[in-house]
Nanobody, 123 residues
Framework: VQLQAYGGGLVQAGGSLRLSCAAS????????MAWFRQTAGKEREFVAR????????YYGDSVKGRFTISRDNAKNTVYLQMNNLKPEDTAVYFC?????????????????WGQGTLVTVSS
């Protein structure tokens, strides 16, 4: 599966942004999907994960209560709604999918990656 993330940009602290990740192929609904983020010099940090049906979600502690992951299997797209953004949310955000069905928060368990989209939150 090929992934393309978009929707990043510059936003003030307290603002909102919605990221999208479009997937190619007809098997999108068979993949768990996740969002990670990365800043310079640091490992990719788990942000959120969603099950194949969209019925189950899981969030990293730093974004819980502020971010919402969702998916539309008919549109082959996964979303990340980010509210109450903070300067520490500034990062390049990546969407990802594992080759197999896994419930993982570890970036190395994910096989397919989008190109990343930059989110900058100003204070």
């Amino acid at each position: 599966v090929q992934l393309q993330a978009y929707g990043g940009g510059l936003v003030q602290a307290g603002g909102s942004l919605r990221l999208s990740c479009a997937a190619s192929g007809r098997t999108f609904s068979s993949y768990v999907m996740a969002w990670f983020r990365q800043t310079a010099g640091k490992e990719r940090e788990f942000v959120a994960r969603i099950s194949r049906s969209g019925g189950d979600t899981y969030y990293g502690d730093s974004v819980k209560g502020r971010f919402t992951i969702s998916r539309d299997n008919a549109k082959n797209t996964v979303y990340l709604q980010m509210n109450n953004l903070k300067p520490e949310d500034t990062a390049v955000y990546f969407c990802a999918a594992p080759r197999e069905v896994v419930s993982s928060t570890t970036w190395s368990d994910y096989t397919y990656w989008g190109q990343g989209t930059l989110v900058t939150v100003s204070s």
